[in-house]
């Protein structure tokens, strides 16, 4: 059973900075896709940054590129999301999620638009909170 669990969320100031971790667990080969979403009181759940692991080719939503880097450790099984610069709109539930069987091209290729339903494992989610 693979099992995530987010740490690292919590309230800054609009331009302050957030790392958020990802621990997984359980038996996952070394080629998968994990991400980064979130998802806001009244909003659907939005993809923010994926991941796949074997390349470590990324992806990002448009309204965090510049900002947020997301990256992976695997001796650690971890996942990462730094974050900076940021804003009052940044203010969600964030959740990380892997799946087993998203390709390379739908995880992170120049023409990928992961979403959501993509994902099969995910963690609990946590808060971050931006406002002055």
């Known amino acids: 059973q693979v099992q995530l669990v987010e740490s690292g969320g919590g309230s800054v100031q609009p331009g302050g900075a957030l790392r958020l971790s990802c621990v997984v667990s359980?038996?996952?080969?070394?080629?998968?896709?994990m991400g980064w979403f979130r998802q806001a009181p009244g909003k659907e759940r939005e993809t923010v940054a994926t991941?796949?692991?074997?390349?470590?080719?990324?992806y990002y939503t448009d309204s965090v590129k510049g900002r947020f880097t997301i990256s992976h450790d695997i001796d650690k099984n971890t996942m990462y999301l730094q974050m900076k610069s940021l804003k009052p709109d940044d203010t969600s539930v964030y959740y990380c999620?892997?799946?087993?069987?998203?390709?390379?091209?739908?995880?992170?290729?120049?023409?990928?638009?992961?979403?959501?339903?993509?994902?099969?494992?995910w963690g609990q989610g946590t808060q971050v909170n931006v406002s002055s």
């Open positions: 999620a892997a799946d087993r069987s998203l390709s390379f091209f739908d995880c992170a290729g120049d023409s990928a638009d992961p979403v959501p339903p993509d994902f099969v494992y």
């Open positions: 359980g038996y996952i080969d070394n080629a998968y896709c």
């Open positions: 991941i796949y692991t074997r390349t470590s080719s990324v």
